[in-house]
């Protein structure tokens, strides 16, 4: 059994990776803590209440966490995921959101608690972990596994031709938390790009008729639509965030190279993933090179609505 901790800034593809995490049998989900990411935090807290709501898994707490980047601002355009995260199913925030536990506190709490046996899989921007990690240096020891699905080490980026939105968001935060010694597996766009959803997967969530399967299949239209504009070679929409579930739980999905891992901050490079050569120090980031797709989309289909 998997006990994770998913971080998340839900985010249409955060909710297809909630799902996956809850309808795995090999995963306890202990809680999910959220960010600003796709859109600002109280849109990621409210999203991944009601995601879990609808899967029948309202008991596991959600927590709100960081509102912006370590040293930059953050500005939203709703393109890809809806003003309100989730493909303007759920609309805005009537009123700001308060959890029992700030995010950065309990991802702490938790670490120091279940140590070895924790896995975080994170799918946002890194700013709770960098927080957690400068609040609390010594978990870095502590943790088990923490997967984290971000960059781009030998493809182009999805936002600039170098880097991937999860870690140009902060990269600031994106570089202190790959460069802290954390036993990391980076599950990035070299692998997420392979694992398709298409249109004729949303049909079928459509023919179930259930009150998940509908909202899931509206919010990922508005995903595939998205893409289908910005990225029609694809042929469908990348599940990013569901794989980093997946190899948490399975890590023979995919094929890796132990890499030192650094985050450029030039302007003319920004957020580029690549590999640190001048770094003395033993790698503890294990980058995703090859994956099992068909292995990966027979697990997620069987599982998620």
């Keep these: 059994m998997v006990k994770m901790i998913l971080d998340v800034d839900t985010g249409i593809d955060d909710a297809l990776a909630i799902a996956y995490a809850v309808s795995l049998p090999a995963v306890e989900l202990l809680g999910v803590t959220t960010t600003y990411g796709m859109a600002p935090v109280d849109y990621s807290y409210r999203n991944s209440r009601k995601v879990l709501e609808a899967l029948g898994a309202a008991h596991i707490p959600v927590y709100r966490g960081s ?139 459509k023919q179930k008729g259930t009150p998940a399967s509908a909202f899931f299949a509206r919010f990922t239209e508005f ?39 650094k985050v450029d901050l030039e302007d003319n490079a920004l957020g580029r993933t690549t590999e640190d050569l001048y770094r003395a120090a033993e790698p503890t980031t294990l980058v995703c090179v090859q994956v099992d797709a068909d292995r990966f989309m027979k697990s997620f289909f069987a599982h998620v609505i």
């Excluded at 504009?229 to 990013?240: D, V």
């Design 67 to 205: 509102e912006k980047p370590l040293k930059r601002s953050r500005e939203y355009s709703g393109k890809i995921h809806g003003n309100d995260g989730l493909g303007e199913t759920l609309g805005p925030v009537e009123a700001p959101a308060a959890s029992s536990e700030h995010a950065v506190d309990y991802l702490i709490c938790q670490i120091r608690k279940h140590q070895k046996e924790l896995t975080i899989v994170a799918t946002a921007p890194l700013t709770n972990l960098a927080a957690a990690i400068t609040k609390a240096p010594e978990i870095v020891g502590m943790v088990g596994k923490v997967v984290i699905m971000g960059g781009a080490v030998m493809t182009p980026g999805n936002v600039t031709k170098f880097a991937e939105a999860n870690i140009i968001i902060d990269p600031e935060a994106a570089g202190l938390v790959l460069e802290s010694g954390l036993p990391i597996t980076l599950v990035g766009l070299d692998v997420t790009r392979k694992t398709l959803l298409t249109q004729a997967d949303v049909a079928k969530w």
């Design 223 to 261: 995903y595939l639509d998205a893409y289908s504009k910005l990225h029609p070679y694809l042929k469908g929409c990348a599940l990013h965030d569901p794989l980093a579930v997946g190899v948490a739980v399975y890590p023979d999905l995919v094929q890796t190279v132990p890499m030192n891992v």
